[in-house]
C-alpha cells in the first residue's frame, strides 16, 4: 500500500477534505502574492534587497495564479459537462 503525500493528513489521521485542500491551496496562493508584494515594498523604500529576489517573488505568484486559474477552468469545464449528461 502506498502511503499518502506529505500534506494530505491532518492530525489524528483522517484525510483532509477537499475544500480544506482548496483552502490549503488557495491560502498558499495568497502567501505567495503577500511575499512578492512585501518584497517589492522593501526595493521601493530602498531597502537592502537585491532586484532579482523580487522580480522571483512576483514570477513565483504569478504563476501561481495562472495555475489555480487552469485548475478552476478544469474543474469548471468538468462540472458543465456532468451537467449535460443525460441520465
Same mark, same amino acid.
Do not use: W
Given at each position: 500500500?502506498?502511503?499518502?503525500?506529505?500534506?494530505?493528513?491532518?492530525?489524528?489521521?483522517?484525510?483532509?477534505?477537499?475544500?480544506?485542500?482548496?483552502?490549503?491551496?488557495?491560502? =498558499?496562493?495568497?502567501?505567495? =502574492?503577500?511575499?512578492?508584494?512585501?518584497?517589492?515594498?522593501?526595493?521601493?523604500?530602498?531597502?537592502?534587497?537585491?532586484? =532579482?529576489?523580487?522580480?522571483?517573488?512576483?514570477?513565483?505568484?504569478?504563476?501561481?495564479?495562472?495555475?489555480?486559474?487552469?485548475?478552476?477552468?478544469?474543474?469548471?469545464?468538468?462540472?458543465?459537462?456532468?451537467?449535460?449528461?443525460?441520465?
Amino acid at each position: 500500500m502506498e502511503k499518502p503525500a506529505v500534506g494530505n493528513k491532518v492530525s489524528e489521521g483522517m484525510p483532509k477534505s477537499f475544500s480544506a485542500f482548496l483552502q490549503d491551496a488557495l491560502n =498558499h496562493v495568497n502567501d505567495l =502574492h503577500k511575499q512578492a508584494d512585501a518584497a517589492a515594498a522593501e526595493l521601493a523604500a530602498g531597502k537592502a534587497i537585491d532586484l =532579482h529576489q523580487v522580480v522571483i517573488a512576483s514570477e513565483k505568484a504569478g504563476i501561481a495564479t495562472q495555475l489555480t486559474l487552469q485548475v478552476r477552468n478544469k474543474v469548471m469545464e468538468a462540472y458543465q459537462e456532468i451537467m449535460r449528461m443525460q441520465v
